[in-house]
């Protein structure tokens, strides 16, 4: 689809640049946003440095994990020792958070435009935040919601109340045995509802959002429409990336806005019709409004 040097860094000043991006929501018939980690992490949520050793320094200290998106994937050897991780990491990531300031700031400049948002995140902010439940879709999964491990059945099961309390009991990198959560079904360990294996559950839920997704870019995509890219790295490009590359390439009337540091790019081959701003989203955002 593009050529064979596909990605062209914008080398127009960040304040120029911002400014076009105002115009472009200001004049947009609809916003799409896509969202990644990096939005989530100019909201302070890093998941390594200070915020992971003030949470997971046992962790560090007796497995070497350094980082709250690795752990995830360390095979613990116990489900006792499985979600004292786990209920740990959504508790500080979905139930504690609070709510991310560019998310509030984003909010604030879209709450009354035609828009959308699609995110690979799973810690909750964009609803957090007040974002319109039916304008999000969460491709990724949810932190608040616990699935069979062996996918047994398509349903979803929201968390806080046992990670709560699973926090409050575990000792010792722990939790007690009878706070294991079994599937109501098969009986089987339940497990996060997270895309990383092929038994990831698609629930009802996830079936609506993803309709919603496929209508909103059906009826506007012959439109004026800025597909406006926040913190979306190179893990799963294929989810927004691509698709917002494709979209504009595509559509003559759509514009692509990336904001993220060190990786504001765009293949040449919309490079007219692109924003790319090498910049923190928070400050970007706030710029924006300030302009």
Wanted: proline share 4%; glycine share 6%; with cysteine.
């Amino acid at each position: 689809m593009y050529s064979k040097m596909p990605i062209k860094k914008s080398t127009e000043s960040c304040y120029k640049q911002i400014g076009r991006l105002k115009k472009e929501i200001e004049s947009a018939d609809c916003i799409l946003i896509g969202a990644g980690a990096g939005l989530s992490d100019s909201a302070g949520m890093s998941y390594t440095g200070k915020r992971f050793e003030n949470n997971f320094s046992d962790f560090h200290h007796k497995y070497g994990i350094t980082d709250m998106y690795s752990g995830g994937f360390y095979p613990y050897s116990s489900l006792e020792e499985y979600w004292a991780w786990w209920s740990r990491h959504i508790l500080i990531n979905r139930y504690t958070a609070g709510i991310g300031k560019p998310y509030a700031e984003l909010l604030t400049i879209v709450r009354k435009l035609n828009y959308f948002v699609i995110t690979t995140n799973a810690d909750h902010q964009f609803q957090l935040a007040g974002f319109d439940k039916k304008r999000i879709f969460y491709t990724q999964g949810d932190y608040g919601l616990w699935q069979c491990s062996k996918a047994c059945h398509d349903k979803t099961y929201e968390n806080e109340e046992s990670v709560r309390r699973m926090t409050k009991e575990q000792r010792n990198m722990k939790i007690p045995t009878e706070l294991i959560p079994k599937c109501p079904v098969c009986g089987a360990p339940m497990t996060m509802n997270l895309r990383c294996d092929d038994k990831f559950v698609q629930d009802k839920g996830w079936y609506d959002a993803a309709d919603r997704y496929d209508d909103f870019i059906q009826r506007h995509e012959n439109k004026h429409i800025l597909l406006l890219e926040l913190g979306v790295g190179f893990n799963t490009p294929a989810i927004i990336k691509y698709p917002f590359w494709h979209m504009t390439l595509k559509n003559p009337k759509a514009i692509y806005a990336c904001v993220n540091i060190n990786a504001a790019i765009c293949p040449k081959e919309i490079q007219d019709r692109s924003i790319c701003i090498d910049s923190d989203i928070e400050k970007t955002i706030r710029l924006s409004m300030e302009i």
